[in-house]
C-alpha cells in the first residue's frame, strides 16, 4: 500500500478548514437578504433584488417572507406564472395568508385562472375583510371573463359586504358597469382609479379596453403603453398596445413591440396577424403573407389575416390558396366587394366551374364592377367550352346593353357556335368599323369554321382602313400562315419587330415558320430571344424548352433559365422552370435537390405537385405520397391533386385511405363522373362487388359508354365469377377503344371463361389487321396457345425474340415449351438465356435448374433449385421440382420432408406429387 506525504496531508486538512470557515462565513440570515433586496429595490435595481431574495430561499427553503416578497416583485413586473409560483408556495404560513391570497388571485387573474379563482374565492383562509373583499371583486372579474354577468354581479356584492373600498373592488364596479354597456360611467370611474392608483397595470388595462369599445382607439393606445410600462414582462399588456397601435396606424411604433412579441413566442397568433397587418401596409406583400399564414396555421380565424393571405396568394398566382381563403372572408363581405371576385376568378382559374358559378350568381349585376366582371368571365368560360354557363352568366350582364356589353355577348355566342353572334358583332362593326375587338372576334369565329376567304376580307378592310394597325398586321400574319404562305408571314413578322422589338407574337411566329422550315436551330434562337424579353412567362419558358430539345441545345435553355434563377433568388416560379428543365435533361436528382432547397414560405401547391411529380417519375412512390398530400393540402378544389393523390395511395396499397378520398371528391365535384369510376375500381380492390357496381349503376348513361366504366363493369363481372357477362363488356369496350390493352383485357376474359380458341382466334385477327403495331399481343397470343398449339406458340415466341432478344417471360416460356417436347438444349439454352437476364428471380431459376435436371445433369441441377425453393417455398410447382432433383441425388428424406409441405390443388402438379411419393417408397 502507498502512502501519501505528511506535507499532502497537512494540505488536505488545512483546505478543508477553509472550506468550514467560508461556508461559516457566507451564511446570512433571512432578513439581511431581504434587506439587501430592500436596497435595490429602493434604487430600481430589480434584477439585482430579484437575486438576493432567491439566494434566500436557496440557502433557506422554508422562507415565506422572502417569497411573499419575491412574489409581490414578479407580480408587479407582470410576470404572472413566476408570481404564482413564488405566492403559492408562501402560502405555507399560517401568518400571512390575508396578505397572500388576494396576490395569488391577482395572479391568476392575468393568466385568465378563472377556475382557480373561483376556488379560492368559495374556500378563503383570509379573515381581514379588506383581503376577502379583493378576493371576492377578482372573483367577480374572473367571472365576466367567463361571459357570467349574474355570478359576476353576486360575487361583487360579496365584495360589498365586507364594508371595504379597495382598487379591485373599484375595478369590478367599473368593469360591471362597462358590460352593461355603461360605459361613459365606466370610463369615468377608471380615469379616477388610475389618478389614485397610477402603479396599476390593471386599472390601466381596463381604462385600455373600456377606450377601445368606445372607439377611442389613440387614448386606449395610451393607456396601454401605461399597462406595459407598469407591468414590462405582461406579454398580453403589450399585445393590446401593439393592437391599438395598428388600428390607429402608428405601424413603427407597432412593429417594434410586435417584434419582441415575436421574439419569445415566434408562432403566437395574435403577434403574426398583426406583424401580417403592419408589413402589407408598409407594401411588403410577400413578408405580410408569412406571417399570415402562419397564424392561420396556428389556429388564427382573423378575417384581415385571410384576407392579406388570400390577395398576396393571388397575386403571385397561387390560385389554390387564395380561393381557400377567400372562401372563409366571403360569407362576412358584401357581394360586390371585391374579395367577391377575386373569389370566383380564383375558383375559375382551379377549374371549380359551379363554385365559380354559384359565387357570381349572388352578385348584384346593377353595380358596374360587378357587371363588368360577369360580362369577362363568361368569355372565359366560352372559352373552356361551359357554353350553358357563359350563356347565362351573359344575360345576367348584359341588363343595361352598352357597346362594351354588346362586344362581349357577340363574342360569347361565337364561343357558344351561335351564328347570331355575327349579326351581333356586324352590328357594332356598322357603327364603329374600327374596333378591333369585334373584327378579331370575327376572324377567329371563321377561322374556326375554316372560312379562309372571309377572313381573307375582314382583314383585307380592316387594312384598308388602317394600313398601320398593329393587330391586323399579325392577324394576316396568322392567315398567311395557315395558307402555308411562310414568307409572306415571316416579311410581316419582321416589320412588326422593327417597330417592336419585344413583340411576343411576332418572335414566337418567326419561331414557328423556322421550325415549319426544319430549322431548329432558327427556331431556337426566336424562342431564346422571346424568353429574354419575357422570363418566367410560361409560354416562353415552355417554347424555349421546345425548341431546345428539337434542336439538341436543350443544355443552353436550361442555363438560360438557371442564369434568370440566379438573379433572382426568391422566385419560386423560375425554381420551377429550372426543375423541370433538369427533369427533361434526365437529371432528377438536380431538380429534386433544387425542389427541396425551397422554404416553407416558398413552396406553393405547384412547387409540392412537381416534387411529387419527380419521385414518381422515379416510381418512389413513397417519397411522392407526402409531396402530393402537401399539393393537395394548398390547392384543395384542384381535381388533379385529388386524382394523383387517389392513385398514390393506392400505388402505396392504402387502398382504404384512396376509397376516402375519393368518395370525399366525388361529393366536393359531383359533376365529374372519374372521381366515382375511381371509387367503384377501389371497391372492386378491396374485394367488395356489390358497392362497386351499386356505384357503377349510379352513374348517368353518358358515361356507361365510356371505354373506362365498360373496363369497370367488366372487371366487375370476372370478380364475381360471370365470365360470359365480362366478355360481353370487355367486347364493348375493345369497340369503343381498340388498343393493346383492351385487346389483351378480351382475351383473358375468354381465356377465363374456358373460350381459349376464340382468344387465340381474337388476338391473331388484331395482329393481322394492326401488324407490328399490335406486336406486344403476340406474347399473350403465345401463352394461350402453350397448351393446345405448342408449335404456334414456339413460333410466336421465336418472332417476339427476333425483335426482342431479352425479352425474358418469351425466353422462359419458349424453354418450357422445349422442356415439354424433350428437346433439352434448346431448353437450356433459353433458359440460360433468361437466368442472364434475371438472375435472382427464382421462377428463372426453377426453369433453368429443371432443364439441367432433365438433361441428365442432377448434381448442376440441385444447387440451382435449392435456391429457386428458398426463395419460393410456397410455390408447389417450385418445390416439387427440387424434391425431384433431390431424388435424383439420391437424398430421399430430404425429398419427403419437401413433398409434406406441398400442398395444391392443380391435378398436374398432384399427379407429380403422387409420382415422387411412390419412388420414395421403391
Not at 125 to 142: F, G, V
Not at 626 to 649: F, G, H
Not at 698 to 723: E, S
Amino acid at each position: 500500500m502507498a502512502f501519501l506525504p505528511r506535507t499532502t496531508f497537512h494540505v488536505l486538512a488545512l483546505a478543508g478548514v477553509v472550506a468550514v470557515t467560508l461556508t461559516a462565513c457566507g451564511e446570512q440570515s433571512v432578513d439581511e437578504y431581504m434587506a439587501k433586496a430592500d436596497t435595490y429595490l429602493s434604487s430600481n435595481q430589480i434584477n439585482a433584488a430579484v437575486i438576493e431574495l432567491k439566494n434566500a430561499i436557496q440557502q433557506h427553503p422554508d422562507a415565506n417572507q422572502a417569497r411573499l416578497m419575491l412574489g409581490k416583485i414578479y407580480l408587479d413586473q407582470g410576470d404572472y406564472a413566476s408570481a404564482e409560483k413564488e405566492l403559492y408556495k408562501a402560502l405555507r404560513s399560517a401568518d400571512e395568508q390575508d396578505t397572500i391570497e388576494p396576490l395569488l388571485a391577482q395572479a391568476y387573474l392575468a393568466q385568465k385562472k378563472t377556475t382557480d379563482i373561483i376556488d379560492l374565492a368559495k374556500r378563503p383562509r383570509s379573515q381581514q375583510a379588506e383581503a376577502l373583499a379583493d378576493i371576492y371583486a377578482i372573483e367577480s372579474l374572473a367571472l365576466l371573463l367567463d361571459n357570467d354577468p349574474d355570478g359576476a354581479e353576486q360575487a361583487f356584492q360579496r365584495a360589498e359586504k365586507t364594508g371595504q373600498i379597495t382598487l379591485y373592488t373599484r375595478l369590478a364596479r367599473a368593469s360591471l358597469d362597462a358590460t352593461r354597456e355603461l360605459n361613459d360611467t365606466a370610463l369615468s370611474q377608471v380615469s379616477n382609479i388610475v389618478r389614485v392608483y397610477p402603479a396599476s397595470s390593471d386599472a390601466w388595462l381596463l381604462k385600455g379596453h373600456i377606450e377601445t369599445s368606445m372607439g377611442h382607439n389613440k387614448a386606449a393606445a395610451e393607456s396601454y403603453r401605461k399597462a406595459v410600462d407598469t407591468a414590462p414582462k405582461a406579454l398580453q399588456n403589450t399585445l393590446y398596445l401593439a393592437q391599438a397601435l395598428v388600428k390607429t396606424e402608428q405601424y413603427q411604433e407597432a412593429e417594434k413591440y410586435v417584434d419582441n412579441l415575436l421574439t419569445v413566442l415566434s408562432g403566437h397568433v395574435l403577434s403574426n396577424e398583426l406583424k401580417a397587418t403592419i408589413l402589407y401596409a408598409e407594401e411588403k406583400q410577400s413578408e405580410a403573407k408569412v406571417h399570415a399564414d402562419l397564424a392561420i396555421r396556428n389556429g388564427s380565424r382573423n378575417l384581415p389575416t385571410y384576407l392579406i393571405s388570400g390577395v398576396v396568394a393571388y397575386n403571385q398566382g397561387n390560385y389554390e390558396q387564395a380561393s381557400e381563403r377567400f372562401e372563409k372572408v366571403a360569407p362576412f363581405v358584401s357581394q360586390n366587394h371585391m374579395i367577391q371576385r377575386l373569389y370566383a376568378s380564383s375558383q375559375l382559374k382551379l377549374g371549380d366551374i359551379d363554385g365559380a358559378m354559384q359565387t357570381m350568381n349572388q352578385f348584384d349585376a346593377t353595380d358596374k364592377a360587378s357587371s363588368d366582371f360577369i360580362s369577362d368571365m363568361s368569355l372565359e368560360l366560352a372559352k373552356i367550352g361551359r357554353n350553358d354557363a357563359a350563356m347565362s352568366l351573359a344575360e345576367k350582364a348584359n341588363h343595361n346593353p352598352t357597346t362594351s356589353k354588346q362586344l362581349r355577348l357577340g363574342l360569347l355566342q361565337l364561343a357558344s357556335n351561335d351564328t347570331t353572334g355575327v349579326d351581333t358583332l356586324q352590328r357594332i362593326l356598322d357603327t364603329d368599323p374600327s374596333l378591333a375587338e369585334a373584327n378579331l372576334g370575327l376572324a377567329y369565329y371563321y377561322l374556326k369554321q375554316g372560312r379562309a376567304n372571309e377572313v381573307k376580307q375582314l382583314v383585307t378592310a380592316w387594312l384598308e382602313r388602317n394600313p398601320n394597325d398593329q393587330t391586323a398586321q399579325m392577324l394576316n400574319a396568322l392567315v398567311l400562315q395557315i395558307e402555308k404562305k411562310p414568307d409572306q408571314a415571316q416579311a410581316i413578322y419582321q416589320q412588326v419587330l422593327v417597330k417592336d422589338a419585344k413583340n411576343l407574337q411576332a418572335t414566337l411566329g418567326l419561331g414557328q415558320i423556322a421550325a415549319s422550315k426544319n430549322d431548329m436551330d432558327a427556331a431556337f434562337g426566336y424562342a431564346r430571344t422571346a424568353y429574354s424579353h419575357y422570363p418566367g412567362k410560361n409560354l416562353t419558358t415552355r417554347t424555349l424548352y421546345k425548341y431546345g430539345q428539337l434542336s439538341g441545345q436543350l443544355d443552353q435553355a436550361v442555363s438560360l433559365v438557371a442564369s434568370q434563377v440566379e438573379a433572382h433568388p426568391d422566385n419560386t416560379a423560375l425554381k420551377l422552370d429550372l426543375a423541370r428543365g433538369y427533369m427533361l435533361q434526365k437529371h432528377p436528382d438536380q431538380a429534386l435537390s433544387l425542389m427541396t432547397s425551397l422554404t416553407p414560405q416558398q413552396q406553393t401547391a405547384q412547387s409540392w405537385r412537381l416534387l411529387g411529380d419527380i419521385y414518381f417519375s422515379q416510381r418512389d412512390y413513397r417519397q411522392a405520397e407526402p409531396a402530393y398530400t402537401k399539393w393537395l393540402e394548398q390547392d384543395v378544389l384542384s381535381q388533379p391533386a385529388y386524382m394523383r393523390n387517389i392513385q398514390i395511395k393506392e400505388l402505396n396499397n392504402k387502398m382504404r385511405d384512396s376509397l376516402q378520398l375519393a368518395e370525399k371528391a366525388e361529393q366536393l365535384f359531383q359533376n365529374t363522373a372519374i372521381f366515382s369510376l375511381m371509387k367503384a375500381g377501389l371497391q372492386l380492390k378491396l374485394d367488395n362487388a356489390s358497392a362497386s357496381q351499386a356505384t357503377l349503376d349510379a352513374l348517368p348513361d353518358n358515361v356507361k359508354t365510356q371505354a373506362y366504366f365498360m373496363r369497370l363493369q367488366a372487371l366487375n363481372y370476372l370478380q364475381r365469377k360471370d365470365y360470359t357477362r365480362a366478355v360481353e363488356w370487355q367486347r364493348q369496350r375493345y369497340a369503343a377503344s381498340p388498343g393493346i390493352a383492351s385487346a389483351n383485357d378480351v382475351a383473358t376474359a375468354y381465356s377465363l371463361n374456358q373460350q381459349a380458341e376464340e382468344a387465340i382466334a381474337f388476338l391473331q385477327g388484331v395482329i393481322k389487321e394492326y401488324g407490328d403495331k399490335a406486336a406486344p399481343l403476340r406474347l399473350t397470343l403465345a401463352q394461350l396457345q402453350f397448351e393446345q398449339q405448342p408449335e404456334q406458340a414456339i413460333a410466336q415466341y421465336r418472332r417476339i425474340l427476333e425483335q426482342q432478344p431479352d425479352n425474358v417471360v418469351a425466353l422462359n416460356n419458349l424453354a418450357w415449351l422445349y422442356l415439354s417436347q424433350e428437346k433439352y438444349p434448346q431448353a437450356c439454352d433459353s433458359a440460360s438465356k433468361a437466368l442472364g437476364l434475371a438472375q435472382e428471380h427464382p421462377q428463372i431459376q426453377d426453369t433453368y435448374g429443371y432443364c439441367l435436371l432433365k438433361s441428365g445433369q442432377a448434381a448442376n441441377a440441385l444447387p440451382m433449385l435449392e435456391k429457386a425453393y428458398k426463395q419460393a417455398q410456397t410455390n408447389p410447382e417450385i418445390a416439387l421440382h427440387y424434391a425431384e432433383s433431390l431424388l435424383a441425388n439420391n437424398m430421399k428424406e430430404n425429398a419427403r420432408e419437401i413433398l409434406i409441405g406441398v400442398t395444391t390443388s392443380d391435378p398436374k402438379l398432384l399427379m407429380l406429387k403422387s409420382k415422387l411419393e411412390e419412388q420414395i417408397r421403391l
